[in-house]
């Protein structure tokens, strides 16, 4: 990491833009500038010559890329806005471009439209519910955004209640709002999540970790014993199994988990199985 | 009398439209280049070149759903909760096979019970367009299956 570090203090003192592809999987830190893989052609081999940019609309072949949290665009460049590491995802299907984020780690839940999160309901005003999501402001919830719910017909929901929902609403300038039914009108899961459990918070970085497709803390802890388990997108996770000492060990698991190595997680997990 | 002392006549009577019939196309036109004058004198304007809007072909967005494939939220282990197990599949492969979905029609009913429902539908059916005197063939046996009798009660004639 020191490295890295001074490695990217380096180019900041250059002031010199780097191309996003070269920079791929290493540590890049707020303030740099990173060039598409277009411009870096277009930049000779000097690199840090200003060219004006041709306004021939003939002569762009320019492709469309998304730039993901931790990064801004700035002019024709990405602005890095977050330190991490820089990832890039190629189009699936060939929509242009891909996809260019920086993935870092933080313990504060900023409110992302679409995220799916764990929120616990506030207060009760009218028509609609507060729901405190970890962010700035708690989101508001219509009491009509729950799978068949009518004005006749409302959904049971008391305070204290967790809610499993997404965001149709949040900016910096709204206060955020969330509904538990997708655009068809189905829940899909999404509603009040039943008794019992335990809810805890851990990192943001952790539970997209924990999402990944591929990861192997989800496979082996489903193989311990019967239990079930809610990620929120705003770091917190609701864990539920038969008994209380099983819910607790699930838990202490989980959070322990971003801070060990493979090997000892398996250590812990032989040990766990064998009891 | 008229032709010595012209009225004088106001601005706003002269832009007036039946004034202006009179008029030919050219004093026309140059009533109407006087009106832009005034007007775009009072009018505020930025003393600016015009700054083209270039294109950008770089799009923000601050959701990591786009950047990472992640798997669905609710998750069930060892059939703890079996509703959330059948949604893990369902949202999970819709996550996976986006563009080719299988169109395997499920079937809701099965085709032996569909027989067995249709066998007591025609009893059923039949009954209520039989005559009141026919009721007495679907009669309702213990099982409460209506089954139309087959024999049918013929008048016996005494012996003698």
């Not at chain 1, 540590?27 to 060039?35: N, S, W």
């Not at chain 2, 282990?77 to 299988?102: C, I």
Request: aromatic share 6%; net charge negative.
């Amino acid at each position: 990491m020191a490295e890295a570090a001074s490695v990217a203090a380096e180019s900041l003192a250059g002031s010199r833009a780097r191309a996003a592809r070269t920079v791929l999987g290493q540590v890049v830190l707020p303030g740099e500038e990173l060039l598409l893989p277009e411009q870096e052609d277009a930049e000779g081999p000097g690199g840090a010559v200003e060219r004006p940019l041709s306004l021939n609309a003939g002569a762009c072949s320019r492709v469309r890329v998304v730039c993901g949290p931790g990064l801004r665009r700035c002019g024709d460049r990405l602005l890095v806005t977050k330190c991490g590491r820089l990832r890039h995802k190629e189009p699936g299907s060939g929509s242009g471009g891909g996809v260019y984020w920086v993935d870092s780690q933080q313990k504060r839940y900023v409110p992302v439209k679409g995220d799916h999160v764990i929120g616990i309901v506030t207060a009760k005003s009218g028509d609609i519910f507060k729901v405190d999501v970890g962010g700035s402001e708690p989101a508001s919830l219509s009491y009509l955004s729950f799978e068949g719910a009518t004005k006749r017909n409302r959904p049971n929901v008391q305070v204290g209640d967790l809610i499993y929902g997404q965001f149709v609403v949040a900016n910096k300038d709204m206060e955020p709002e969330m509904v538990c039914i997708d655009s068809c009108g189905r829940a899909n899961g999404m509603g009040v999540i039943g008794q019992d459990g335990l809810l805890f918070k851990v990192t943001l970085g952790l539970i997209r970790k924990l999402l990944a497709p591929d990861c192997e803390i989800i496979q082996e802890v489903g193989k311990l014993y019967p239990l079930e388990i809610v990620f929120g997108m705003n770091g917190r996770i609701w864990v539920k199994a038969k008994t209380i000492q099983q819910t607790l060990i699930l838990a202490n698991i989980l959070e322990a988990c971003e801070h060990m190595t493979s090997d000892q997680r398996k250590q812990i997990f032989s040990r766990l199985a064998e009891s | 009398m008229a032709a010595e002392r012209k009225t004088k006549l106001s601005k706003n009577l002269l832009r007036m439209k039946f004034m202006q019939r009179g008029l030919d196309s050219e004093t026309k036109k140059q009533l109407e280049e006087e009106e832009k004058k005034i007007i775009s004198e009072e009018h505020w304007y930025l003393d600016l070149p015009e700054l083209k809007e270039k294109e950008s072909f770089i799009i923000e967005e601050q959701s990591f759903l786009l950047c990472e494939d992640l798997l669905y939220g609710r998750m069930s282990f060892r059939g703890f909760n079996p509703e959330v197990e059948k949604l893990m599949l369902q949202m999970n492969a819709k996550h996976k096979a986006e563009e080719v979905e299988d169109e395997t029609v499920e079937l809701d009913v099965s085709d032996e019970e569909m027989a067995r429902r249709y066998e007591t539908l025609v009893g059923t059916i039949g009954k209520k367009f039989a005559r009141k005197r026919d009721h007495a063939n679907y009669e309702e046996d213990e099982n409460g299956d209506i089954t139309p009798i087959k024999a049918k009660k013929m008048f016996l004639k005494p012996q003698d």
